[in-house]
């Protein structure tokens, strides 16, 4: 049992979830159907996930990287914006990730 929930139980709420993004972006498309802490501009959220996966094998914080630079690009409209957020997202990550293997904190 990881938090809380059963593998099974896990598994449905993940599958409800994806099918009700895919819904979204369909309907609405990808700037409006978009939800969570990158749309928001909430970075701080952001870095709590990433210190949330400490534990786990460096591959996890990698791909939420990785996804959370595929949402920038996806949300915005302006080039210039983009690589800066894109950047600034990068920095901040490898910053948090660094000090946290150096047993610190960013």
Same mark, same amino acid.
């Given at each position: !049992?990881?938090?809380? !929930? ?32 990158? /749309? ?12 949330? !996966? ?9 791909v ?8 920038v690009l996806l949300?915005? /409209? ?10 600034d997202?990068r920095?901040s990550s ?5 000090a ?7």
């Amino acid at each position: !049992m990881l938090a809380g !929930m059963k593998r099974g139980e896990a598994v449905r709420a993940l599958l409800q979830l994806t099918r009700q993004v895919l819904e979204n972006f369909e309907r609405l498309g990808p700037r409006a159907a978009w939800t969570g802490p990158l /749309s928001r501009g909430d970075h701080g959220v952001i870095a709590a996930h990433l210190a949330a !996966m400490k534990f786990l094998p460096g591959e996890f914080a990698k791909v939420y990287t990785a996804l959370n630079d595929l949402a920038v690009l996806l949300l915005s /409209s302006d080039s210039a914006a983009l690589s800066t957020a894109a950047n600034d997202l990068r920095v901040s990550s490898n910053k948090r990730l660094k000090a946290e293997s150096a047993g610190g904190r960013a």
